[in-house]
Nanobody, 127 residues
Framework: DVQLVESGGGSVQVGGSLRLSCAATGVTYRTYFTAWFRQAPGKEREGVAVIHSEGHYTRYADSVKGRFTLSQDNAKKTVYLQMSDLKPEDSAMYYC?????????????????????WGQGTQVTVS
């Protein structure tokens, strides 16, 4: 079974930075997408960013473009989300999700319904 573990969340001041990590184990897919989602209290889960395991595709939500950057270490099966210039509206629980790329059309790569494997989340608070 695929297991995803997020880390790196915390409390930070406005304009600060954090780097989230999503470490995957049990992945047997040859190629797959890993995405970050976030959910604030009372709001719907929002797709933030996604990366293909081969690195040739990344996509960001408009709300984070220019501030968030994805990277990955395939040897460690870990995806990183570097978040800079953080704003109060970035406060949320951040989740990573992964699935085989054949299950995730690129046009739907930020659609949470396309992913079957989820981590438990890491909290980010910006104030």
């Amino acid at each position: 079974d695929v297991q995803l573990v997020e880390s790196g969340g915390g409390s930070v001041q406005v304009g600060g930075s954090l780097r989230l990590s999503c470490a995957a184990t049990g992945v047997t897919y040859r190629t797959y997408f890993t995405a970050w989602f976030r959910q604030a209290p009372g709001k719907e889960r929002e797709g933030v960013a996604v990366i293909h395991s081969e690195g040739h595709y990344t996509r960001y939500a408009d709300s984070v473009k220019g501030r968030f950057t994805l990277s990955q270490d395939n040897a460690k099966k870990t995806v990183y989300l570097q978040m800079s210039d953080l704003k109060p509206e970035d406060s949320a629980m951040y989740y990573c999700a992964a699935d085989r790329d054949v299950n995730v059309p690129p046009s739907l790569a930020l659609d949470s319904g396309r992913y079957n494997n989820w981590g438990q989340g890491t909290q980010v608070t910006v104030s």
